[in-house]
């Protein structure tokens, strides 16, 4: 699995400043099996636009991504994504949800409640099977978020600021939760965030945008599993930190 | 102060226990009023009959069979035409909000028919299908099916942009994400739609029978006025006014309160 997205470049019209705004320019990179990137940058540098133009939710102006070396056309079900919103289901128990993207592959009803309920097992929700997401709090509806993008097994899994929108405590956990899944599973992952101590934390590389280009590219070789209350007293996580910080304060 | 309280602790325990109470309760002030103006002969009787006369003419047509014969008319014609409003109605508009070019070719011919009201179709509709069933069922589909198109498109547009991304990087062809994501999540505006085009449809229903009439509650108000009995005409409208509470209050405003409630989605 290789996804390699090469001169990318997305243009907008803008009808009120009736003029044309580039958000990404010749944006290259490339993400291999198992990687975990973690791309920052201030607002407006691109990020959520790239990620949209990865899933295939916007079509791009220019350059090409490949996925396994097939260009990319529309949303599909080899890249799963995990929404700042959450993007639950309202009207489907959070088990028809996390089985959703397995009942489109037309896997039968008992095999996809299995297996739904067993990555409800591995976020700690197996008794909210039969519950609606309105009634879940935000934690536990972007657990179901992050399970149900996965339970789909996509080649590349793309989370958009999934947890900009929980409180900072519940933050931590996640993000602690997801390391650990990380680690199980080995999923490869895009995730967006403008949190530096978070995109450091999670990943194994960081990618800093500017202005829709590639700033800077810093691999963390952080030792797993990785824990808070430890990696706050770690030098090289705070050597790390200190630089993607420095960079995304120049970009 | 204290026995007012009382008496409305009372009262909201009762509502509580019995919620029929609470509908009935506001109704007693209207028909003290009423018995008393008839009682004191403020107009005559012929004009004006007592809430007894009317109870006791909806005993004699009830007996007679004419008012349950007349009721069901009118159900069944306001059920027919709902059925082919719905039909109609919900794909039409999830065509329309789905669709750029659906939009643009049919929202300008929406809204020009919507102008024309139903009661203005009657008289080409009378030449067209004559005074019967088919007159009386294009007038009914008519006005429903306005109301269920507008909110469904609307219910459409308030659905989140993500939710059908989600479904579609998920797998889901554009018809899944019809089946799965647009229509539930446009449903409880739908049904919104439904309750609006129901109450004008019955509304409808009743200037139709008046009109084209050989049967129904509308019928009966109106050969009640060439007979001058004015007691069948407040009887009617009593009729009207109860089984449409009935259908709004007990059936649609659950049902509608129901899908959004337990999704946790406020329709406006």
């Known amino acids: 699995m290789t996804l390699s997205i090469q001169n990318l470049e997305k243009t907008y019209f803008n009808p009120y400043a009736d003029a044309h705004v580039t958000v990404i320019r010749d944006l290259s990179l490339t993400v291999e099996r198992g990687e975990f990137v973690s791309v920052v940058g201030p607002s407006g540098c691109g990020k959520t636009t790239m990620l949209n133009m990865i ?101 590349v899994l793309l989370m958009d600021e999934p947890f900009a929108s929980v409180d900072a405590q519940t933050r931590m956990t996640l993000q602690e939760e997801l390391t650990r899944i990380w680690q199980e599973r080995r999923p490869t992952v895009i995730f967006i965030t403008h949190d530096v101590p978070e995109a450091v934390f999670l990943a194994t590389r960081v990618v800093v945008l500017s202005k829709g280009r590639v700033l800077d590219d810093i691999a963390v070789d952080l030792p797993q599993p990785r824990v808070w209350d430890r990696l706050v007293h770690d030098d090289r996580f705070k050597t790390i930190s200190a630089r993607v910080l420095q960079q995304v304060r120049l970009a | 102060m204290n026995v007012a309280l009382h008496v409305w602790s009372t009262y909201v325990r009762l509502t509580e226990r019995w919620p029929v109470i609470a509908t009935l309760v506001p109704f007693l002030p209207i028909l003290a009023l009423w018995e008393i103006l008839a009682w004191a002969g403020v107009f005559p009787p012929a004009f004006f009959p007592s809430p007894g006369d009317v109870v006791k003419s909806f005993v004699t047509l009830t007996y007679k069979g ?54 203005a179709w009657l008289p080409i509709l009378l030449i067209w299908f004559g005074f019967g069933l088919g007159t009386m069922t294009f007038v009914i589909v008519y006005t429903v099916l306005f109301p269920i198109v507008l909110n469904t498109v609307l219910g459409v547009e308030t659905i989140p942009r993500d939710l059908p991304r989600a479904a579609r990087s998920l797998g889901s062809s554009s018809l899944s994400v019809l089946w799965h994501v647009i229509l539930p999540g446009a449903l409880p505006n739908i049904l919104t739609g439904l309750r609006n085009g129901l109450g004008y449809g019955w509304r409808a229903l009743i200037a139709v029978e008046i009109i084209v009439g050989t049967s129904g509650i509308g019928f009966l108000m109106f050969d009640a006025r060439r007979a001058g009995s004015t007691t069948e005409i407040i009887l009617g409208m009593i009729i009207l006014g109860t089984l449409w509470y009935i259908v709004d209050a007990w059936i649609l405003a659950p049902l509608e309160k129901a899908t959004g409630e337990r999704w946790g989605i406020v329709t406006s």
């Not at chain 1, 070396?69 to 799963?80: I, L």
């Not at chain 1, 489907?92 to 959703?100: E, Q, R």
């Not at chain 1, 896997?107 to 099977?129: F, H, M, N």
């Not at chain 1, 997401?133 to 935000?138: A, F, T």
């Open chain 1, 55 to 155: 899933a295939g939710f916007i079509p791009r102006s220019g350059g090409d991504i490949l996925l396994n070396g097939k260009s990319v056309s529309g949303p599909g079900a080899d890249r799963g994504v995990v929404f700042q919103s959450f993007a639950l289901f309202p009207w489907k128990t959070v088990l028809d949800n996390v089985g959703f993207g397995l009942r489109m592959k037309g896997v039968p009803k008992s095999e996809r409640d299995r297996i739904a309920r067993e990555y409800l097992t591995l976020v700690g929700l197996a008794e909210a099977a039969n519950r609606y997401p309105n009634e879940l709090s935000g934690g536990m509806q972007q657990r179901v978020g992050v399970i149900r993008a996965l339970a789909n097994e996509p080649d």
């Open chain 2, 66 to 119: 004419i008012l349950p014969d007349y009721l069901q008319d009118s159900l069944v014609r306001l059920a027919l035409g709902a059925a082919i409003g719905i039909v109609l109605g919900i794909p039409f508009g999830l065509l329309i909000a789905t669709n750029k070019i659906a939009h643009r070719v049919f929202w300008p011919i929406l809204l020009f028919f919507q102008a024309i009201g139903d009661i």
